[in-house]
T-cell receptor, first 117, second 112 residues
């Protein structure tokens, strides 16, 4: 089974520029997550989608970050304008979904390493 | 904010030794999961333990969960150089959201 795909793998931009990341989850996974991982820290959830709807975006800096999952499959995360503190690895993950309370593991992509200079 | 905190932050052992990492958390949970991250890669799921379970095994991995102390431990037996990675605990509150909150991780180095 194919894993979670992300592109690009690396991106270097100057502050105030814009950047977009793309994610293709595992086929059949209704839930998609975007995380930000700063060097030396654990991943921090930015936004969670259920199909094409947003479940939680409480930690997404909405003045500069946006994300969409229009057809309930692929997703893009955009930063505009970027700041120096946005330098991090951006991870996409997906998981199964059911209406019950059964927990599921998350499957992660390789991440996009963003450097803002 | 990070719910889980791993201890120690860094651990260095010789190949063949056992490695134990601990995770403490603050609020009641539905489940706790451990993930491994090799340098420059995404996270890989290792094991999931539910709040009504006390111990779980998977190959060379053993996870314990003590909900009264709000803590968990991950034991890797007979470690190998390939086990060198960062290990994260992640707590899930359950419900329909099924979000995970990750700790800051333990960097494990296994010396050959």
């Amino acid at each position: 089974e194919a894993g979670v795909a992300q592109s690009p793998r690396y991106k270097i931009i100057e502050k105030r520029q814009s950047v977009a990341f793309w994610c293709n989850p595992i086929s059949g996974h209704a839930t998609l997550y975007w995380y930000q991982q700063i060097l030396g820290q654990g991943p921090k959830l930015l936004i969670q989608f259920q199909n094409n709807g947003v479940v939680d975006d409480s930690q997404l800096p909405k003045d500069r970050f946006s994300a969409e999952r229009l057809k309930g499959v692929d997703s893009t995360l955009k930063i505009q304008p970027a700041k120096l503190e946005d330098s991090a690895v951006y991870l996409c993950a997906s998981s199964l979904f059911s209406s019950g309370t059964q927990p599921y593991e998350q499957y992660f992509g390789p991440g996009t390493r963003l450097t803002v200079t | 904010s990070q719910q889980g905190e791993e201890d120690p932050q860094a651990l260095s052992i010789q190949e063949g030794e056992n490695a134990t990492m601990n995770c403490s958390y603050k609020t009641s949970i539905n489940n706790l999961q451990w993930y491994r991250q090799n340098s420059g890669r995404g996270l890989v799921h290792l094991i999931l333990i539910r709040s009504n379970e006390r111990e779980k095994h998977s190959g060379r991995l053993r996870v314990t969960l003590d909900t009264s102390k709000k803590s968990s431990s991950l034991l890797i037996t007979a470690s190998r150089a390939a086990d060198t990675a960062s290990y994260f605990c992640a707590t899930g509150l359950g419900g329909s959201a099924r979000q995970l909150t990750f700790g800051s991780g333990t960097q494990l180095t296994v010396l050959p």
